[in-house]
């Protein structure tokens, strides 16, 4: 299976969530915990976040990873069931 990173959208995805919940770029590296420009070069797509980033940004917009990379996948369930049952009986 193949997948294109389109790197443009997912910047603009950025910059148009934090826009719309009137967060600055320096309030959004406060929440990252990250520099101002770090953030920005997420913006501007000189740079990548981390997933622990990924995943705090998500939340922050309350919209999932998937959406921000914009992938579009129809998962297994069965397979997601049967891992995530695994992984209960190995925390155990």
Request: aromatic share 14%; charged share 30%.
């Amino acid at each position: 299976m193949e997948y294109d990173f389109d790197r443009t959208k997912f910047c603009l995805k950025l910059r148009v969530l934090r826009e719309l919940y009137g967060f600055s770029q320096f309030e959004m590296a406060e929440k990252l915990k990250i520099d101002r420009s770090s953030y920005s070069s997420y913006e501007i797509g000189r740079s990548m976040p981390p997933v622990c980033s990924l995943k705090m940004i998500a939340q922050i917009f309350q919209v999932s990873i998937d959406f921000l990379l914009d992938f579009k996948f129809q998962s297994n369930k069965e397979i997601e069931k049967t891992t995530n049952k695994i992984i209960s009986q190995l925390q155990k």
